[in-house]
């Protein structure tokens, strides 16, 4: 990964001290996994740092393909300080700076369909791809509207999900994912069409709700009305990872029906189990039979994050009926999983939060598929300061 700024002495200096922490807990014996210590989710120069490295240089889920199903679709966020319009343009989806090229007002809020964007200001006028159409009573010779196109990110879509990332040089996502597609695509993810999506803040950093998201330790303690009855702990397993990703299972229990048909080739052991995975660093989602749910998480600062969440249906098997229960179900294990994270991130002050034992594979072996991921970004980052 490219380093994206410089980094002042001092700054460096600590950075260090949790680069060495890193490399310690990541090489720590099989059989005695630890967890990040609290400071990890708590400082503030960390949080700048990972914010111009791991967080800006990663592949971020801006939604699904189908927010945007038309020609002059679009929506628009903010992601790490960068004001986004991801539109559809007749050649594709584009991710476009949200920041007027003239004296950076922002040029569109929101969401809609639009043929141009015309900045509120002083009403330039730009296309969908970014280019600037017009801009009036601009006659110093000097003046070269080409000059003037928008800002623009990488992006892909796999999965039926938009992935941009904003460093100039993207690492490879297929590779990052590899392994990802073969444990999935018999979901067909792009099979299913949103049925809902909602935006809120949490306090908490984001590397709390990836870890929380992926692990099925706490489902029958914390959601023990929501979720145990369908995925207890108990019958939580690791799945597969890769270089950039991580998954489990959360398998049904024997006398709980499959819920829904889904795809054909669905195999009756994944209709029957509901399968999580997260592209690092801040995607985490739900795969079953018949729903889709993704959330991803847009770090504001370090104990602060915006997190969307959509869901979605597969070939919209559902009747509308159920998607509502459904929506209700989920904004319910939003709440509890929240209230959780919102009073940890209280106590990652404390001497005392100095990262503890984790359980075992089935159970939070993600998290520490999660904790070596972060350890890699930064032994790379390291390597080219
Ligand atoms: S800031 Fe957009 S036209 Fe002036
Ligand atoms: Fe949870």
């Given at each position: 990964m490219s380093k994206e700024l410089a980094i002042s002495p001092l700054l460096l200096e600590h950075v260090q001290s949790f680069r060495d922490e890193l490399g310690e807990l990541a090489s720590a014996p099989a059989e005695a996994p630890q967890g990040l210590p609290g400071r990890f989710y708590a400082d503030q120069d960390f949080f700048e740092h990972e914010t111009k490295t791991v967080l800006k240089g990663g592949w971020h889920c801006a939604g699904r393909v189908d927010e945007v199903p038309n020609v002059g679709d679009y929506f628009t966020f903010n992601l790490l300080g960068e004001p986004i319009i991801i539109v559809r343009a007749p050649n594709g989806i584009n991710a476009l700076?949200?920041?007027?090229?003239?004296?950076?007002?922002?040029?569109?809020?929101g969401s809609g369909n639009t043929k141009r964007f015309v900045c509120p200001y002083h009403a330039w006028i730009y296309d969908t791809d970014g280019a600037l159409l017009r801009a009036t009573r601009?006659?110093?010779?000097?003046?070269?509207?080409?000059?003037?196109k928008l800002g623009e990110f990488h992006i892909l879509e796999r999965f039926g999900f938009i992935y941009i990332c904003l460093a100039e040089n993207a690492p490879d996502f297929d590779q990052s994912v590899s392994g990802l597609e073969t444990l999935i695509s018999e979901y067909e993810p792009e099979n299913y069409h949103l049925v809902h999506t909602a935006t809120e803040i949490w306090n908490t950093n984001w590397k709390c709700l990836v870890e929380n998201f992926m692990e099925g330790y706490h489902l029958s303690v914390v959601h023990?009305?929501?979720l145990h009855g369908y995925t207890p702990t108990g019958l939580s397993r690791k799945g597969p990872s890769g270089d950039g990703f991580t998954s489990y299972f959360a398998n049904y229990p024997e006398d709980i029906e499959s819920r829904g048909k889904g795809?054909?080739?669905?195999?009756e052991e994944s209709r029957h189990r509901s399968t999580l995975f997260s592209v690092f660093p801040c995607q985490v989602v739900s795969v079953a039979a018949t729903l889709l749910v993704s959330l991803s998480i847009r770090p504001l600062t370090v104990d602060t994050i915006e997190v969307k969440w959509t869901m979605s249906n597969y070939k919209s098997e559902l009747d509308e009926d159920t998607v509502r229960q459904r929506i209700a179900l989920w904004e319910e294990v939003n709440r509890e999983d929240r209230e959780k994270l919102e009073i940890m991130q209280q106590s990652f002050g404390s001497r005392f939060a100095n990262g503890g034992p984790l359980a075992e594979a089935d159970y939070e072996g993600t998290v520490l598929d999660f904790l070596h991921w972060i350890a890699r970004q930064h032994a790379s980052i390291a390597n080219s300061d």
């Open positions: 700076s949200n920041v007027c090229r003239h004296r950076g007002m922002r040029l569109a809020e601009m006659k110093n010779s000097g003046f070269d509207p080409k000059n003037c023990p009305e929501t795809a054909p080739d669905l195999s």
